[in-house]
């Protein structure tokens, strides 16, 4: 499976956005991009993903750039509910499971 | 609506004791998958069943670890001589296969399984 780097932790304050970037340089074409979010003691969950194009959706926004080597994901207005573990992975849709990093840490301030 | 369900969500085991965790899944779907996550670490996949059948247990990680789902529903991970390295949060995620939309998968809140 092609591999991501993320940042480790991040911060930010509530009510500003937050970018968190995602390198995947051996992506194959073939590749959906995913982010799923943990919050505190509970499971994973599905934040979006995209395969080319940039992507909204009621929680965030999708970059993908042109050559599809890293991807940010938005979070236009942070709130303290946003603090969880990002994970960005990659995925071939012939493939079922998820196979996750340790993804990065958001802390968000008051 | 509801999500889908673990039990326990807390087990503790002595050391070679059998341990069998629940998954009850979204109604519905088709997929059922289990993953281990060790303590700061992101999940592991361990299995994978569509309805009944098992096609992928490529991620157990010994014979100790079996996994069944007999009628296509709720799953079981059984944890036969339980090992102190066998703690950690085991999740389990159901998914509903539509040809042409993307498939996510709901995950579960998990079983921590802590092994004296």
């Known amino acids: 499976d092609a591999k991501t780097t993320q940042p480790n932790s991040m911060e930010s304050n509530e009510e500003e956005p937050v970018h968190l970037p995602c390198n995947h340089s051996?992506?194959?074409?073939?590749?959906?991009i995913h982010w799923y979010r943990q919050l505190p003691s509970q499971g994973p969950e599905y934040v979006i993903h995209?395969?080319?194009s940039n992507v909204n959706n009621r929680m965030a926004s999708l970059a993908i750039a042109e050559d599809r080597k890293s991807s940010t994901l938005i979070l236009h207005r942070a709130t303290l509910r946003d603090a969880a573990v990002y994970y960005c992975?990659?995925?071939?849709?012939?493939?079922?499971?998820?196979?996750f990093g340790k993804g990065t840490t958001l802390s968000v301030s008051s | 609506g509801a999500g889908v369900s673990q039990s326990p969500r807390y087990k503790v085991a002595k050391r070679g004791q059998d341990v069998a965790l629940r998954c009850d899944p979204i109604?519905?779907?088709?997929?059922l998958f289990w993953y281990q996550q060790a303590l700061g670490q992101g999940p592991e996949f361990l299995t994978y069943?569509?309805?009944?059948?098992?096609?992928?247990k490529s991620g157990l990680p010994s014979d100790r670890f079996f996994a069944e789902r007999p009628e296509g529903s709720v799953s079981t991970l059984k944890i036969q001589r339980t090992q102190q390295e066998d703690s950690a949060v085991y999740l389990c995620?159901?998914?509903?296969?539509?040809?042409?939309?993307?498939?996510?998968?709901?995950f579960g809140p998990g079983t921590r399984l802590t092994v004296l």
């Open positions: 051996t992506i194959s074409g073939t590749d959906y």
């Open positions: 109604s519905g779907h088709v997929s």
């Open positions: 069943f569509q309805n009944e059948a098992q096609l992928d």
């Open positions: 992975i990659l995925r071939d849709l012939g493939r079922t499971a998820l196979i």
């Open positions: 995209g395969l080319t």
């Open positions: 995620a159901s998914s509903s296969p539509i040809p042409g939309a993307y498939n996510e998968q709901f």
